[in-house]
């Protein structure tokens, strides 16, 4: 099949009327669809589920991801709410785009939003909320497949959603491929980090590039079959949002087999009559002869323009590292947010850095007032805890970090559930020792504990100078500090403003061998031994499509199409397979970074099963 990219989709005037094809369409649509009378409404409507695709394929006795899907989430936001003012105001007067569309359900109530927490039981077809319409199994083994089975025969979705890291891409196949069979004219779209890593656009030349990796080039040359109809690369809500009403625009009464062809050639007229076509990104659909690639660049959205991801979805996750407000032996209910999507930092390991992400998405740092007031209503819907995702929280910024803070403490005087939420975020070593911003730092820290935050999350990567010099994390390049004396100045500068910290260690970094393997685990094991560290998270070096480092380690071939049953030792870490982990390491030394930092870190060495609560 041959990979035809199409013209971009632009923000244009919008007339005041559709164009007469258009509304000639609609008219014939609306006949087609209200003829057989009855319950039109339920006519008018097609089933969806949403999923988000596991990492592993067992538990393993240690690592499962934690927190909620909150990439799915976000990504459905738009079309939710579409959804759902659709079904609030009834069938338009007129014939309208929006006349056939995803029955996503109605926004849960506040008990329903206070009852549920931990994994999702029943059946989709079974929950008329929007938060039943999501599978989230965590593993892919024999008991989630036959659940996911089990919803595929019940609901019979004409549109399957599913959300996948690179890790979870070749799970990701296999659940397409059940639902072709057991739901054959169900359309499948995949999303998430492994689309946006994979299918990129050149800067400056503005050309796609399809990674071996991606989907599109999986599916291609035959590796896979075709069980993937839609890619969608970019910004998802907005995105998303697009595909579904062009599938609304085109399916049949009785919602029998959709043609890619004519979703994708929907595209373009239903950009037209968006007064501000949003988003910026590529829809890849798997037409009967072509690859078709259809750009979309619209207007870039921030943060506070989408709605929060819990408007439709219930808190789930429960972290241990909250203790304070949970009863729960697996800690606190905890929500999570974010201010920001993509790392300031061009980290080349890191798949979340800058370098990969070309506009992120964020609040502006006036908008600190929007973000406490999202934050007092999870805590009204139900949240014991929140934890920032940001790579690095507000992007390292002080004077939004104190701001936030303080219309935090503003909102809390008279919100007893704020007063009462405590929450963690992410922060890097060298944003800690800002010396220029000393004052403005130790200020900071003090509104954050006084503001609720009990815990900050920080990526050490390497104690040994011989790795580090190699990482663009230490970033004072003129005058480098040695590395070890800085993690450690970080960790007391937080630990003196009563705030508790843990870590990820990554292994397999440029200048790893055992022995720096060893020095990293012996100086890890010396902050806990002095109480700066209450937990210590070991990760391998997986490679990612598009990082700086895959590049570098000339592995631009990364398999994350074939099936793997995940087995010890890489069970004990996130992510990690064999053949996609660095090079710089063997099995022999894996299982020693596990065994030794077991040892060494006891148990402050951290399980991911335990901070889900998912177990």
Known sequence: MDVVVRDPLLPEPVAAEPDDRLADRLRLRRNEFTAAGGDQEAALRFPVLAALVPVATNRGGEVAYPGDPMCLYSALISTVERSAHRCATGLPALPDVDDVYPDWGHYPDV????????????????????????FDPRIWDASA??????????????????????AAHRYALEMAADA???????????????????????????????????????????????????????????????????????????????????????????????????????????????????????????RSELPSPYEAFSIRARFGVFEQAGSSPHGSRTAHMMTLDACPFKCTFCSESSAMKRLPTRFA????????????????????????????????????????????????ESHRPLRELEWGAQLTVDVVLNKAKRDEVAAGLDLMREAGCTYIYIGIESMSEQVMRHVKKNLLRRNPEPWVGKVRAALETIRDHGIRV?????????????????????????????????????????YHPGTGVAQEHGQDKLDYHSRRENTPPYTFFEEAYPEVVSKLLTEDDIWYIHEAAERRWGNVRNSAIDESGAA
């Open 111 to 134: 008990h329903y939003r206070r009852s549920q927490s931990g994994p999702r039981t029943g059946l989709a077809a079974e929950n008329p909320t929007t938060d039943g319409k999501v």
């Open 145 to 166: 497949r036959g659940a996911f089975l089990a919803q595929l025969r019940a609901l019979r979705p004409k549109v399957l959603l599913l959300s996948a890291v690179s």
């Open 180 to 302: 072709k069979r057991e739901v054959p004219k169900c359309l499948v779209v995949l999303g998430g980090r492994h689309a946006d890593e994979t299918i990129r656009e050149e800067r400056g030349s503005g050309l796609m590039q399809l990674s071996w990796s991606s989907t599109v080039e999986v599916q291609r040359d035959g590796r896979s079959d075709r069980v993937v109809d839609f890619v969608v690369a970019g910004d998802g809500a907005p995105l998303l949002d697009l595909l579904l009403q062009a599938i609304g625009l085109v399916a049949e009464p009785g919602f029998a087999g959709t043609g890619v062809d004519a979703v994708m050639d929907a595209l373009a007229p239903l950009a037209a009559t968006r007064a501000d076509l949003a988003g910026v990104g590529s829809i890849v659909g798997f037409g009967a002869r072509d690859v078709l690639v259809q750009p979309v660049r619209g207007r870039a959205l921030s």
């Open 365 to 412: 740092i006036t908008e600190s007032q929007e973000v406490a007031r999202r934050v007092r209503t999870l805590a009204d819907w139900g949240a014991e805890a929140l934890f920032f995702d940001d790579p690095v929280f507000w992007g390292g910024n002080w004077t939004a970090i104190n701001e936030f803070c303080r219309d935090l403490l503003a909102l809390s």
């Open 502 to 542: 843990g870590s990820s260690v990554l292994f397999g970094l440029d200048g790893e061998d055992r022995d720096t393997i060893a020095e990293t685990i012996e100086q890890i094991g010396l902050l806990i031994d002095d109480d700066l560290l209450i937990m210590a998270s070991p990760n391998i070096l997986t």
